[in-house]
């Protein structure tokens, strides 16, 4: 009963900072991918390396269990699904955590898009064993593998290079590149001016 309280509580504040930096605002997310605003983007870099850094880190020290650590499978579906999920984010304005988060703070646009994800996640259960025929998803690169080995973890290293170390790097570069960005690359649109007279 606790791990359940615990994850309600720790969805709750994961939900409440995705509303607040604005990624369940879909004009937010079109603004980050035309490069007019990149301020998401930044929180966004900045989460996933400080998350790198704080597992590998802690891997390192002895404080994280690498037992815990998770890899997907790599397969053509995966990159596919990827670029299907690339492309709906792009249209929606939502990814499947942020729609859900964006139904939560009152958007109605937000349960069409989730109506729509579980409908897609329905068609692919039922036509699965068509796509597991077509060898799509068959294992590539290795399966299940890490960019580095990782010490006491049970994911082959596509490198001999340190994946703790590599990781913790990773993770303090995608750090400093949030922190390097500027908060928009493009221009929102150029001013209208009054016609000369």
């Not at 390192?60 to 299907?84: E, P, Q």
Request: hydrophobic share 55%.
């Amino acid at each position: 009963m606790t791990s359940i309280i615990l994850a309600i509580v720790i969805g709750a504040a994961f939900g409440a900072v995705l509303d607040r930096v604005g990624a369940a605002n879909p004009n937010v997310i079109n603004r980050m991918l035309n490069l007019t605003d990149l301020r998401l983007a930044k929180a966004i870099l900045l989460a996933i390396g400080t998350g790198s850094a704080l597992m590998f880190g802690g891997q390192m020290l002895g404080l994280v269990d690498v037992g815990h650590m998770s890899v997907k499978t790599a397969n053509v579906g995966v990159f596919l699904g990827g670029l299907m999920l690339g492309a709906g984010w792009a249209a929606a304005g939502y990814c499947p955590g942020t729609g859900v988060v964006a139904a939560a703070s009152g958007r109605k646009d937000a349960l069409f898009f989730i109506a729509g994800g579980l409908l897609g996640a329905a068609a692919y259960m039922v036509t699965y064993p068509a796509w597991k025929a077509s060898g799509l998803l068959d294992k590539i690169a290795g399966g299940a593998v890490t960019l580095g080995t990782v010490p006491g973890s049970k994911f082959e290293g596509m490198t001999a290079l340190p994946g703790d170390i590599l990781g913790l790097v990773l993770g303090l570069g995608f750090v400093a590149l949030a922190f390097a960005l500027p908060d928009r690359l493009m221009r929102a649109g150029v001013p209208r001016t009054a016609p000369a007279e």
